[in-house]
T-cell receptor, first 111, second 116 residues
Framework: DAKTTQPPSMDCAEGRAANLPCNHSTISGNEYVYWYRQIHSQGPQYIIHGLKNNETNEMASLIITEDRKSSTLILPHATLRDTAVYYCIVRVGGSQGNLIFGKGTKLSVKP | DSGVTQTPKHLITATGQRVTLRCSPRSGDLSVYWYQQSLDQGLQFLIQYYNGEERAKGNILERFSAQQFPDLHSELNLSSLELGDSALYFC???????????????FGPGTRLTVL
């Protein structure tokens, strides 16, 4: 599975959009981009995933660049409860087995 | 609430002992995954079962074993425990074996193991 690069930390003001970047320059054509987050020591929470088109659900939007070498997770109106570590993971759609978690981005939402 | 349940929430035991962690997947999910999260290692994949059979293996120690039962719940057995085994243990489940687009893993709340 391709490697991802994320900034170690980011701040965001409450009520503003949080834009979390992820670089995955070695991604191949059949690899999906997944986003999870982990709040304190809770179990990782699935947020969204996509292949090449932009995706939106009730939690967030995922914007994938045309060359698929990077993506951005957007939380449209961040709240204090969105403070968490966010993980960007790329994974082959036909693969079996595990997710490989890196260090992620620690997002701090401030009042 | 992801629908994945894990018991117990907390476990405190001594070195050399053996413990069993239990996981019930979401209704309809056939795959169960086990992960370990320690302070210095981050989230590490241990093992996956699909419909009762071992499907993939990660960095699981020989002292650790797992199984998935006909009702699809899974147990992770940790034996000859060492101080370094203290960690959070998460179980995740997904519908399929990992093949295909719709395979999303949903995580349980975890079991915190403390070895004294």
């Amino acid at each position: 599975d391709a490697k991802t690069t994320q900034p170690p930390s980011m701040d965001c003001a409450e009520g503003r959009a949080a834009n979390l970047p992820c670089n995955h320059s070695t991604i191949s054509g059949n690899e999906y981009v997944y986003w999870y987050r982990q709040i304190h020591s809770q179990g990782p929470q699935y947020i969204i995933h996509g292949l090449k088109n932009n995706e939106t659900n009730e939690m967030a939007s995922l914007i994938i660049t045309e060359d698929r070498k990077s993506s951005t997770l957007i939380l449209p109106h961040a709240t204090l409860r969105d403070t968490a570590v966010y993980y960007c993971i790329v994974r082959v759609g036909g693969s079996q087995g595990n997710l490989i978690f890196g260090k992620g981005t620690k997002l701090s939402v401030k009042p | 609430d992801s629908g994945v349940t894990q018991t117990p929430k907390h476990l405190i035991t001594a070195t050399g002992q053996r413990v069993t962690l239990r996981c019930s997947p979401r209704s309809g999910d056939l795959s169960v995954y086990w992960y370990q999260q320690s302070l210095d290692q981050g989230l590490q994949f241990l093992i996956q079962y699909y419909n009762g059979e071992e499907r993939a293996k990660g960095n699981i120690l020989e002292r650790f074993s797992a199984q998935q039962f006909p009702d699809l719940h899974s147990e992770l057995n940790l034996s000859s425990l060492e101080l370094g085994d203290s960690a959070l243990y998460f179980c995740a489940s997904s519908h399929s074996s990992g093949m295909g687009r719709g395979d999303t893993q949903y995580f349980g709340p975890g079991t915190r193991l403390t070895v004294l």
